[in-house]
T-cell receptor, first 113, second 113 residues
Framework: KQEVTQIPAALSVPEGENLVLNCSFT??????LQWFRQDPGKGLTSLLL?????REQTSGRLNASLDKSSGRSTLYIAASQPGDSATYLC????????????FGKGTHLIIQP | NAGVTQTPKFQVLKTGQSMTLQCAQD?????MSWYRQDPGMGLRLIHY???????DQGEVPNGYNVSRSTTEDFPLRLLSAAPSQTSVYFC????????????FGPGTRLTVT
């Protein structure tokens, strides 16, 4: 059964810093990995989707990488801003509808002004 | 496009009551699914559908029913609410089953007393 772990569980950094959020998964037979952002009391906003054949995806100040062989993905946030404060979730899609997405428990990120 | 919509946003039920959580999408997505989010547990798949007339169970289906009579709608029914079903419920959709970005609704916060 796929398991997804996110480290750290919480992170607080000053504005302007570059930071890395980590996501690991136990079963490397994934179809894709998706990063989400969740603001308090809100739904999930998709940030980046990396297919299993890809190594990385970029959107603005965000860059996500995928290393299937080691079971790891990272989300790099450049020049962090207070508006980046949120919980970041990664989810692995291991294939087959019954598996759906397997989510990590998230990293709660606070960017200090 | 409105994307994925869910109603109601909040609901309080008494133990034993039944209700239906509504989910609709206007993106002509074939795949729809329901997740619940609990503190410390992450998001877990309840039921999913790969197209109209087709539904199947996810990781935690007990106490819930679903149906998919149209491509657009995927309601989740609680048959006899229990306090253990207190949670935040999210509906998601994607163009297909494998390799596609998943889009989430804003969620329904359910409390069962």
């Amino acid at each position: 059964k796929q398991e997804v772990t996110q480290i750290p569980a919480a992170l607080s950094v000053p504005e302007g810093e570059n930071l890395v959020l980590n996501c690991s998964f136990t079963d490397s037979a994934i179809y894709n990995l998706q990063w989400f952002r969740q603001d308090p009391g809100k739904g999930l906003t998709s940030l980046l989707l990396i297919q299993s054949s890809q190594r990385e995806q970029t959107s603005g100040r965000l860059n996500a990488s995928l290393d299937k062989s080691s079971g790891r993905s990272t989300l790099y946030i450049a020049a962090s801003q207070p508006g980046d404060s949120a919980t970041y979730l990664c989810a692995a899609h291991s294939g087959g509808g019954a598996d759906g997405l397997t989510f990590g428990k998230g990293t709660h990120l606070i960017i200090q002004p | 496009n409105a994307g994925v919509t869910q109603t109601p946003k909040f609901q309080v039920l008494k133990t034993g009551q039944s209700m239906t959580l509504q989910c609709a999408q206007d993106m002509n997505h074939e795949y729809m699914s329901w997740y619940r989010q609990d503190p410390g547990m992450g998001l877990r798949l309840i039921h999913y559908s790969v197209g109209a007339g087709i539904t199947d169970q996810g990781e935690v289906p007990n106490g819930y029913n679903v149906s998919r009579s149209t491509t657009e709608d995927f309601p989740l029914r609680l048959l006899s609410a229990a306090p253990s079903q207190t949670s935040v419920y999210f509906c998601a959709s994607s163009l297909g089953v494998l390799g596609y970005e998943q889009y989430f609704g804003p969620g329904t916060r359910l409390t069962v007393t």
